[in-house]
């Protein structure tokens, strides 16, 4: 008998419906509950992992502190639990068969022939209980990516088959996601598609314990007591999941449907306490009735699909509410930014955001939009390559190195302000010379970022492969651009400002990755404040 629990999260009917955002609102009210959770997801694609993945393919990369670039979902896990997620917490089927191969090319096999069952399902079990067995955790809630039917996701649905026939009565239930699509031609919700997609669970052995509807209608008590009919739940299993106006509403609404109470029953775990979400009502309350409104600028060249920002979108949404203020994200194609129409394109913005990326696609438009927070003092923030574009303008408009560059974009840039390490040059293998997970970071005692984290020591996540050149660090700190964050161990830049400017800075890592409901970034706390405190500067001067 298993001490940890099991919950599987499966969709169905179509995909995006938002399997993350219920496996995080069920884990957060268990957490609220005092019962110590965890989410994991396994993704049924045959990479390995989605750090090569174009954004546009699979929305953003996300990293966790030990160095796993993963699912987007996770940001989610994190944002809501306020737990860090690792390597564990993401699966892949190229992990899973590259695990398997090696085992074989290693003789672990005994000369037997490897077959999906039991080897594959063997392999995903071990990965699932990973987290169950580290002792650190109460329940275990795994999302299975994908949708029930689809070819790529079969040979986790048989693993978990498998092992709920292992666990035991109690020990693991199935939430299945399904639609339940609102047809305006005949006025009415359709249960139709729900059936096939339980129907299609149970031909692979699988019963659902749980339905969750999503749905654009209330669905009313005679739908729920069809589906629960048709579906062999029980009517109190059934579980409406209607639209919300953000997903932070959505534990609030899962907890008014009973989700969380009927999960414990079926688990057959206590269910004699209330979630405390307090903390989670009074973040909201502040979300939702900001008393000011500023407009962000995000430079980027993913903007097409808003999950490839994913992480910076939640991120002002943290702290807009910690400031009680409204941010409104305006997205900017830095491919469609010129000299001639950057005036324009840049009209009403109270701050900008350079956001990260990979390729030169774009990049003369962020070194533009650099140019014109550094010139105008307007409150300016530069993620990754958004620091790495500074440092660029910097050098060519006040240093007056015309041609700098990264050696990422222009190999023979005879001013390369951003390259690789000695070390990394003769490395081929795409990630090998990756920076990744929580590094070190030591800001410079006075400087506006040491102020902002109120620490001179911080751990930030990284996810890039160039880096400052420290052969132009004494020229530009001399012009004004201050190396205010350094790697303690290699001496690497971290962090550039501009202390004559309002509010400029640059950072080599992804501080997006770390914000959460109950611990909003400070750097963007820090920015969204600046932003506020030179409109209102603006204002006030404007009606002098």
């Not at 840039?413 to 390259?419: C, E, G, L, M, Q």
Request: include cysteine.
């Amino acid at each position: 008998m298993s001490d940890t629990k099991y919950i599987f999260v499966t969709g169905g009917v179509t995909s995006s419906l938002g399997k993350g955002i219920i496996a995080a609102s069920l884990a957060k009210l268990l957490q609220a509950r005092g019962y110590r959770t965890t989410i994991q997801k396994l993704d049924p694609y045959i990479n390995v992992d989605p750090g090569t993945l174009n954004p546009y393919e699979h929305g953003e990369c996300y990293v966790t502190d030990d160095g796993a670039e993963t699912d987007l979902d996770l940001g989610h896990y994190e944002r809501f639990l306020n737990v860090r997620t690792s390597q564990a917490n993401n699966v892949t089927t190229g992990r899973i068969y590259q695990s398997v191969i090696e085992k074989e090319r290693r003789g672990e096999f005994l000369g037997k022939t490897v077959q999906v069952v039991p080897h594959i399902t063997n392999e995903i079990k071990e990965r699932i209980q990973i987290l169950g067995n580290s002792g650190d955790y109460d329940i275990v809630i795994t999302e299975i990516g994908g949708t029930v039917g689809d070819i790529e996701s079969l040979p986790y649905i048989e693993s978990v088959r498998q092992l709920l026939w292992e666990l035991g009565e109690h020990n693991g239930i199935v939430i299945h996601l399904t639609l339940v699509p609102f047809l305006s031609a005949a006025g009415e919700l359709k249960t139709k598609p729900t059936q096939h997609s339980v129907k299609t669970l149970m031909e692979s052995g699988i019963k659902a314990d749980i339905l969750v509807c999503r749905t654009e209608h209330q669905i009313s008590e005679d739908i729920k007591e069809k589906l629960a009919l048709f579906c062999n739940v029980r009517k109190e299993a059934v579980i409406q999941s209607i639209d919300a106006s953000t997903i932070y509403d959505v534990p609030l609404l899962m907890q008014e449907e009973g989700l969380d109470t009927v999960t414990l029953e079926k688990l057959a775990l206590p269910n004699d306490t209330q979630p405390n979400l307090d903390q989670w009502k009074e973040f909201l309350q502040r979300h939702k009735n900001p008393k000011h409104k500023v407009t962000i600028g995000l430079i980027g060249k993913y903007v097409e699909l808003p999950d490839s920002y994913k992480s910076i979108q939640e991120a002002f949404i943290h702290a807009g509410a910690a400031n009680e203020v409204d941010v409104e994200v305006r997205s900017v194609h830095s491919e469609h930014l010129s000299a001639k129409n950057i005036d324009k394109k840049m009209m009403g913005l109270d701050g900008i955001l350079v956001a990260p990326g990979f390729g030169e696609r774009g990049i003369e438009g962020k070194v533009l939009a650099v140019r014109y927070a550094r010139e105008n003092d307007i409150p300016f923030l530069g993620i990754c390559l958004g620091m790495q574009m500074a440092v660029i303008e910097f050098a060519r408009t006040v240093l007056g190195l015309e041609k700098a560059n990264s050696t990422e974009m222009d190999k023979n840039t005879p001013d390369p302000v951003i390259s690789l390490m000695e070390e990394q040059k003769s490395i081929t293998d795409m990630g090998g010379t990756m920076r990744l997970g929580s590094w070190d970071c030591h800001l410079k005692e006075g400087s506006l970022v040491e102020k902002v984290y109120g620490s001179s020591d911080i751990e930030e996540r990284h996810r890039h492969r160039y880096e400052f050149n420290n052969a132009y660090k004494e020229q530009m700190e001399e012009a004004g651009l201050v190396a205010s964050g350094l790697n303690p161990r290699t001496g690497l830049v971290e962090v550039v400002e501009i202390p004559s400017h309002p509010w400029f800075v640059g950072v080599q890592y992804h501080p997006e990755y770390k914000s959460t409901v109950a611990s909003p970034h400070p750097l963007f706390v820090g920015f969204v404040k600046a932003v506020l405190a030179q409109k209102q500067k603006q204002n006030n001067a404007s009606l002098a």
